[in-house]
Nanobody, 120 residues
Framework: VQLVESGGGLVQAGGSLRLSCAASGSIDSINIMGWYRQAPGKQRELVADISGGGSTRYADSGKGRFTISRNNAKNTMYLQMNSLKPEDTAVYYC???????????????WGQGTQVTVSS
């Protein structure tokens, strides 16, 4: 199983980016998927997550600016980020709670991360 993020980059303050996360491999089911971020010198923190049924949760920092969504048929997840601020600069990681085909238990998987840099 592999999670691959894409869509990061350099953007000016006030701009937008759309991150994507694609899960691949022998996947039986995916429960919660989420976006986390880690800025230099800080701990990794939740940005937003989404259940298989579409229920969402956002950190206060992104409420009203970020929108998380997913396509269950394609095992993909997205994060639309608008009105970006310099403090949003971080490496953004994709996370998924999933079960591989033939494996009885769920495990948490992480992507390698994608850099988002917001200039002032």
């Amino acid at each position: 199983v592999q999670l691959v993020e894409s869509g990061g980059g350099l953007v000016q303050a006030g701009g937008s980016l759309r991150l994507s996360c694609a899960a691949s491999g022998s996947i039986d089911s995916i429960n919660i998927m989420g976006w986390y971020r880690q800025a230099p010198g800080k701990q990794r923190e939740l940005v937003a997550d989404i259940s298989g049924g579409g229920s969402t949760r956002y950190a206060d920092s992104g409420k009203g600016r970020f929108t998380i969504s997913r396509n269950n048929a394609k095992n993909t997840m997205y994060l639309q980020m608008n009105s970006l601020k310099p403090e949003d600069t971080a490496v953004y990681y994709c996370n998924a709670d999933l079960r591989e085909t033939g494996i009885p238990h769920r495990y948490m998987y992480w992507g390698q991360g994608t850099q988002v840099t917001v200039s002032s």
